[in-house]
């Protein structure tokens, strides 16, 4: 094992593969948003300020946290790479859930989503870009791959905005077809995504396996501090229990399937941030359920929250 092997290695899509895991992940947002609907917004319009919080938590904070903690531990360059990606993709598809398992305000889970879903096309592609070239390993990079942002944001709003607003038309004419077929498209979908990813990432299965504990040691603190970061904002503006659960989960759960295939389209699939991103999708499941079911059976002592 060399130092940089994992910076060299290429998970390969055929172009057939690739179309099929693009329309996996747009299925998998379709069934979310197929339990959107405009009413979801009315208590959060009332009170924008949870919202900005969770936005700002997301998009601003999380991505300036990853960039200092990158800073400090100095990953393999595609480690860090991936770690940026994570941090700059929306919040991840079961948020939702976990956030009402850990008896969270589920409604404003659900419009932080929807909102996030939508801000991605813009500020995944640019926070990727921004802090990859303010720390000179990934600079390089970025340097020898030539993103594209435009065709990036492209490609997100192709994969997350079009099915969100198409998953809300739906919901909004015909609601009870639409919760009816959410039920099973969320789940089904989701396994075929995962399951791609898997069979991506077997071919490559003996280097992964050498940094299995190097780069499982990172995803833990890096999810750990990104729930530690929303926490700590939701707390420093007096959110409500409910509130400061929900941006917590929203800020710790990320969407590393879009952060995958972002990493397949415009990377070629460099090993080091495929695998960052892979472990991230699995581990976020545990940790996520973990602290809901500590959330879940806590009590809680309803405060009213400061405006």
């Not at 499982?216 to 501090?225: E, K, P, Q, S, T």
Request: a positive charge.
């Amino acid at each position: 094992m060399t130092e940089n092997s994992v910076d060299s290695i290429h998970i390969n899509f055929s172009e057939p593969s690739l179309w099929i895991l693009n329309i996996a992940l747009a299925l998998v947002m379709f069934g979310i948003s197929l339990e959107i609907s405009l009413t979801d917004f009315k208590d959060v319009i009332k009170k924008p300020k949870a919202i900005f919080v969770g936005v700002f938590s997301q998009f601003i904070l999380l991505p300036l946290v990853t960039f200092l903690l990158i800073f400090i531990i100095k990953p393999y360059p595609s480690i860090a790479m991936g770690m940026f990606m994570v941090a700059a993709c929306p919040g991840g598809n079961i948020s939702n859930f976990i956030a009402h398992l850990a008896k969270g305000n589920s409604a404003l889970s659900v419009s932080l989503t929807a909102i996030a879903t939508l801000l991605a096309v813009l500020m995944t592609p640019l926070n990727l870009e921004f802090w990859s070239s303010l720390y000179d390993p990934t600079a390089l990079l970025l340097k020898d791959v030539s993103i594209a942002p435009r065709a990036m944001m492209k490609l997100v709003f192709l994969l997350l905005g079009v099915p969100l607003v198409l998953g809300m038309i739906v919901n909004y004419f015909k609601p009870k077809i639409a919760k009816r077929i959410a039920k099973v498209l969320k789940i089904v979908s989701l396994l075929f995504f995962i399951i791609l990813i898997f069979l991506a990432l077997y071919k490559n299965r003996i280097i992964f396996l050498d940094y299995i504990f190097y780069v499982f040691g990172i995803v833990v603190l890096h999810n750990l501090i990104a729930f530690i970061t929303g926490f700590s904002i939701a707390k420093l503006f007096r959110l409500s229990v409910e509130n400061t659960r929900t941006i917590t989960i929203e800020t710790g759960i990320q969407n590393s399937g879009l952060g995958l295939l972002l990493i397949f389209t415009f990377f070629d699939g460099l090993g080091g941030m495929a695998l960052l991103a892979a472990f991230w999708g699995i581990w976020h499941l545990i940790s996520g359920l973990i602290l809901a079911g500590f959330w879940h059976s806590k009590k809680i002592i309803r405060k009213e929250e400061i405006a």
